[in-house]
């Protein structure tokens, strides 16, 4: 069997610098070349470093008979496609989010936040309201217009300082699960664009001596999905009335 050629081994990365400079410039047929061999590598962050590093120093010592003014324009060129050629590897920009802890007032002083901002609608299902701090911000909320449906656990609803039949009273529209399993979620999503969700509960105690956890994100896919569940529930359950009738908001 014949050997192969030369021109059928892998060309390395100097040859492809080389290949590339030859005439002083970077092409658009070169620097698709070059995309191509690149892509094929599946660089790694590390890997990218050493062609970058390389690069520069196969540009230092072509400097010495070379117009400084090309030679610039070539490198910019041949490093811009080796950091697009990684950035195509890596996954998708999220979506901004953020996560706070307690115990200690982060978690809270987020919610209140985001029940400050909330201008049409705010879509609540959470375990237990027995946060006056809370309480407070929603009732300001249905004044200020915001529709405000809450998704709650009926057993929950009768403990002492249970602020459902207040937020009620205030004019949200309100839900209980009426089953003997727990309604357990704790999530809230404010105008179908930010999701608030963890394991804090909306309770004195979780901000003040739980270890708890705090997300908020804007993620639409993940907004998308706890919205989902939300309407959900809401559709099966219907409004449960102190008096054991439902009132249906559909």
Request: proline share 3%; with cysteine; aromatic share 8%.
């Amino acid at each position: 069997m014949a050997g192969k050629s030369k021109e059928d081994e892998p060309l390395g990365w100097l040859d492809v610098l080389e290949r590339t400079y030859d005439d002083e410039r970077l092409s658009r047929t070169e620097a698709r070349a070059l995309s191509a061999w690149l892509e094929a590598q599946r660089l790694s962050p590390s890997r990218r470093r050493a062609l970058r590093s390389e690069a520069f120093r196969f540009a230092t010592q072509q400097a010495a008979g070379a117009g400084v003014g090309d030679l610039l324009a070539w490198l910019e060129g041949v490093l811009a496609r080796v950091d697009a050629a990684v950035e195509a590897q890596q996954p998708a920009p999220t979506a901004g989010a953020h996560a706070w802890f307690g115990p200690g007032p982060d978690c809270l002083g987020a919610l209140l936040e985001a029940w400050r901002r909330v201008r049409e609608r705010a879509d609540v299902c959470v375990f237990t309201i027995t946060d006056d701090r809370l309480t407070r911000e929603i009732e300001a909320a249905v004044r200020r217009g915001v529709r405000v449906r809450i998704v709650s656990d009926d057993d929950k609803s009768e403990d002492l300082g249970s602020d459902v039949d207040r937020l009620r009273a205030a004019g949200a529209q309100v839900v209980l699960d009426a089953s003997e399993a727990h309604m357990h979620h704790k999530f809230a999503v404010f105008d179908g664009q930010q999701l608030v969700t963890g394991s804090f509960n909306w309770t004195r105690s979780a901000s003040e001596v739980n270890a708890e956890n705090l997300v908020v994100t804007d993620d639409p896919r993940l907004v998308g999905a706890f919205a989902n569940e939300f309407e959900r529930l809401w559709q099966r359950l219907g409004d449960l009335r102190p008096d054991g009738s439902r009132t249906d908001f559909r």
